[in-house]
């Protein structure tokens, strides 16, 4: 007998943000045959035809950088199995060139965003004792010139998921933080226009090997948390 359409479902539940394209649509299409979703991001049209792409998804849109939204939005979620941070901003240029309006920019969505969507949602997923997957990046281990202002945001992610860890280990709260090259999306595309190089999406990594590392670790068995993984493009 089929559940009638207001039925809660028994499904884990999962958050992606940035899901509306690039790595977080890839997450978002890996973990639907296990998880009913919420699809974060500001295009809601991309986040309706997603959405109806999946089974048990459904749109979540939300500018990440309006804390008051962030609560509007995250009240009433009382149960979270899974929250994969993906959205963030790729603003380069040497030191010389990044005025503090960059930096700020910068550092509003790809930390302090994921600090408070993280802080709101933290008695949800303790209630699960649930997965926070972080998209990080190689830049969060070096940082190369004409990426100070990203590197040190990817850096400082880093570090709050490391405190995370450490701090929600006893509520049985994993975190993880995926650290991949470069990724054949929009972003890099935007990353290669600014370096002046001709984009060919062979010498990147897909988003979907990307997504498969975040399935890897929210699969993990429970004695397990995949600390960081860190993806390269084969050929080098
Ligand atoms: N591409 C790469 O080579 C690469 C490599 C390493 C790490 N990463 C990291 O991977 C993550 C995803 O990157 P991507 O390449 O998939 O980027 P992308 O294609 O540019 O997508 C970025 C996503 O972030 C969302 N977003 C941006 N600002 C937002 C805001 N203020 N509020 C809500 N959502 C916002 C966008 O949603 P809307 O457009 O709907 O607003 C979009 O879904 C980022 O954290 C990035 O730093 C990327």
């Given at each position: 007998m089929s559940e009638?359409?207001?039925?809660?479902?028994?499904?884990?539940?999962?958050?992606?943000?940035?899901?509306?394209?690039?790595?977080?649509?890839a997450v978002a299409r890996a973990l639907a045959s296990r998880y009913d979703l919420l699809l974060g991001g500001r295009d809601a049209d991309?986040?309706?035809?997603?959405?109806?792409?999946?089974?048990?998804?459904?749109?979540?849109?939300?500018?990440?950088?309006?804390?008051?939204?962030?609560?509007?939005?995250?009240?009433?979620?009382?149960?979270?199995?899974?929250?994969?941070?993906?959205?963030?901003?790729?603003?380069?240029?040497?030191?010389?060139?990044?005025?503090?309006?960059?930096?700020?920019?910068?550092f509003d969505i790809n930390v302090i965003a994921v600090a408070e969507l993280t802080r709101l949602l933290l008695p949800a997923l303790r209630a699960a004792r649930g997965d926070v997957v972080l998209i990080n990046s190689g830049a969060g281990f070096t940082a190369r010139p004409g990426w100070a202002s990203y590197a040190a945001s990817k850096f400082a992610l880093r570090a709050f998921a490391d405190a995370l860890r450490a701090e929600e280990a006893d509520n049985g709260v994993r975190v993880t933080s995926v650290h991949p090259g470069r990724v054949d999306t929009e972003m890099q595309r935007g990353v290669?226009?600014?370096?002046?190089?001709?984009?060919?999406?062979?010498?990147?990594?897909?988003?979907?090997?990307?997504?498969?590392?975040?399935?890897?670790?929210?699969?993990?068995?429970?004695?397990?948390?995949?600390?960081?993984?860190?993806?390269?493009?084969?050929?080098?």
């Open positions: 009638p359409a207001d039925a809660p479902s028994a499904r884990p539940l999962a958050l992606v943000t940035g899901a509306s394209r690039g790595i977080g649509a991309a986040l309706e035809r997603l959405a109806a792409e999946l089974p048990g998804a459904r749109p979540w849109p939300v500018e990440l950088t309006d804390p008051a939204a962030l609560a509007v939005a995250t009240a009433g979620v009382d149960r979270l199995d899974v929250l994969v941070h993906s959205a963030g901003v790729g603003l380069l240029g040497t030191v010389a060139e990044t005025d503090a309006e960059t930096w700020r920019r910068q290669v226009a600014h370096e002046g190089g001709e984009y060919d999406p062979g010498r990147y990594l897909r988003p979907e090997s990307v997504a498969g590392a975040v399935l890897l670790a929210v699969t993990a068995p429970d004695d397990a948390v995949l600390t960081e993984v860190v993806l390269r493009p084969a050929g080098g």
